[in-house]
Every structure is written in C-alpha cells, then in structure tokens.
C-alpha cells in the first residue's frame, strides 16, 4: 500500500480535529495546554503542520487517547519522510 506524504499528513490532521471535537475541546483549550497560539492548533488540523512527538503525547493525553501515540508517530515519521507505508 502506498500513500502520499500529503494524503498522511491530512489523516493526522483530520484524525487529530476529530480526536479533540469528540474530548469535548475547543481550539482554544488545546491551544493553551500546549502553550501555543490557536492557529498553531489550527496548521496541524488542517496539514500545514505536522506534530512533534512532545506535541502528540500532550494532545493526545488531553484528548484521551495516548494508547494512540504509536500509530501517531509512524504516521508522522512517515510523512516527514515521504515514504511508502
């Protein structure tokens, strides 16, 4: 299976939107645990920007889902990286 770089990173960003609707978390509130402006929160949902593995562990945490932080981490990895899966 093969997927392009820019189809993963809008995985990560749409999977990350729907992980914080269904935590009941505003933009905002993400956007302040982390200590970041909300557009940041803003870039990575929309696949301007991918997560750093500090990023993801916090978020993912704050959204209630840090068994996914390994799944998250290949996915970024491979993104950066623009290879096959």
Do not use: C, Q
Request: no cysteine; net charge positive.
């Amino acid at each position: 299976m093969t997927s392009s770089p820019h189809l993963l990173r809008r995985w990560i960003g749409l999977s990350l939107r729907r992980l914080r609707k269904n935590a009941g978390k505003s933009r905002p509130e993400a956007a302040a645990r982390l200590g970041v402006s909300r557009a940041a929160i803003g870039h990575m949902e929309t696949a301007r920007s991918l997560p750093s593995r500090a990023t993801l562990e916090i978020l993912l945490g704050f959204y209630g889902a840090p068994d996914r932080l390994d799944d998250f981490l290949r996915l970024t990895e491979t993104a950066r990286k623009g290879r096959r899966w």
